[in-house]
């Protein structure tokens, strides 16, 4: 099988800078290709999650949590219903991830092998050119 990667624009919240939280990225229920690379979770119980080990560039391995946030589904006071993979804030420090740089995830589907790096991309900018907006979220990466 073919590796898949998506890439994502970090934002000052997901690289802890705002202090809000621990550091961690948001994977949109709608990412149903990045969600099918990832292991199932059950939605049948309450915020089930799974610890999955993420090798870098260097081929260092890297154990974060991979949760499905979904009280909105088990408690009436419920407001959550998101997939996050958690507890990035060292590893995000390590690496010197800022707001405006990318993170990278990868894998072959069915190996439970997956890999995780972040981009850093100067953007060219082109005066003779109409601006372009930067949306966030995750995209596949050809």
């Known amino acids: 099988m073919k590796k ?5 624009l970090l934002s ?4 802890g800078a705002t202090g ?11 990412e149903t290709e990045l969600l099918r690379l990832l292991p199932h979770l059950d939605p049948s119980i309450k915020n089930p999650s799974i610890m999955i080990d993420f090798f870098d560039e260097n081929d260092n391995s890297n154990r974060f949590r991979f949760v499905y946030y979904n009280n909105k589904l088990h408690d009436d006071t419920g407001t959550r219903n998101e997939y996050r993979i ?3 804030t060292a590893w995000f420090r390590e690496k010197n991830a800022q707001a405006g740089d990318f993170i990278e995830i990868s894998g072959v589907p069915k190996t439970n092998q997956y890999f995780m790096k972040i981009v850093s991309e100067e953007i060219k900018v082109n005066e003779n050119e109409p601006a372009k907006i930067q949306l966030r979220g995750w995209r596949r990466v050809y």
Do not use: E, W, Y
């Open 12 to 15: 000052a919240n997901d690289v």
């Open 4 to 8: 898949l990667s998506f890439r994502k």
């Open 20 to 30: 809000g939280h621990q550091a961690g990225v948001l994977i949109p229920k709608g």
């Open 86 to 88: 958690t507890g990035m």
